[in-house]
């Protein structure tokens, strides 16, 4: 599904909330860097249970407060529908209109679900509470949930929160931009006609993307992890090659049609406005 040549690109950065006085002066400075790059929102993560619903809070409102556009993500497993309203009512109180609405994962050690067991579920109660206030983001995975009984189901689950209501989805990181314009293409097939906009990596340390990449499912390909591992500690060239592997990336997706980028930055400016000067926007 090209993008229509007039349709506005939609770039955007996530971070997580910190927790120490200084995590959150330093990511005001962040968001002020990032923010000359002029994107549409910056996303702030949610801890599953409700285990950051402060700090997101405050982290959106800085953001918010700093004159941007902030997204908080709402995760629904382990949690109440009175805990998930209250939770919405304060972030529309506080004039946010745009989510990111997940089903999270159960922390360990907590055995029960709560009142949602998925994200559609949490969709559909956003739309039937709050009817049109929020603009709602979704997760989409174009190498398939790690949890879906099989690839198919896992579209047809990914249409449930597009039929739910959701208006736009991002998508977990990847590094095979092949994979990306199958999913695109399959979505469209079914009738699926929201924005599916990639999330994007940067690669910074080897180990820390090797333990995110196997909690949540996304594929290092081969030749990368080879790579990577070969660099061992020498910090320097992992950064460079990193760059260049998720530069060519976005890339290939923009060309390709992606109607834009999501970074998970981890709270660092550097490697995304990097990425961002080298491809030009
Ligand atoms: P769902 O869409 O509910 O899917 C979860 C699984 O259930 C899938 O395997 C799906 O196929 C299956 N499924 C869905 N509906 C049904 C059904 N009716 N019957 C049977 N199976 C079904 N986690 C956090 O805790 N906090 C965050 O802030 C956060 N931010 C994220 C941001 C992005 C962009 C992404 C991509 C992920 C994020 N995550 C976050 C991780 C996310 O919570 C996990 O990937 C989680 O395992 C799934 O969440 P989901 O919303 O995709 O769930």
Redesign the pocket.
Known sequence: MPMPATAERIFSF?FFPPNTPEGREKLRATTLQLAQLGPKFFSV????GGSTRDRTLETVLDIQGSGFEAAP?V?CIASTLAGIRDTLQRYRDHGIRHL??????LPSGLATAGEFR???ELVDFVRREFGAHFFIE????PEY?P???NAL??LR??K??VEAGADSA???YFYNADCYFHFVDECAAMGIDVPIVP?IMPINRFSQLARFSDT?GAEIPRWIRNKLEAYGDDVDSVRAFGLDVVTDLCDRLLQGGAPGL?FYTLNQAGAASTIWQRLGL
């Open positions: 996530e993560t949610y801890g599953a993500h995760s990111v609405a997940l089903r999270g994962d998925y994200a559609y979704v997760a989409a995975y949930h949890q879906a009984r189901e896992d689950n990914f449930r929160k991002i998508t977990q999330g949540c999501h």
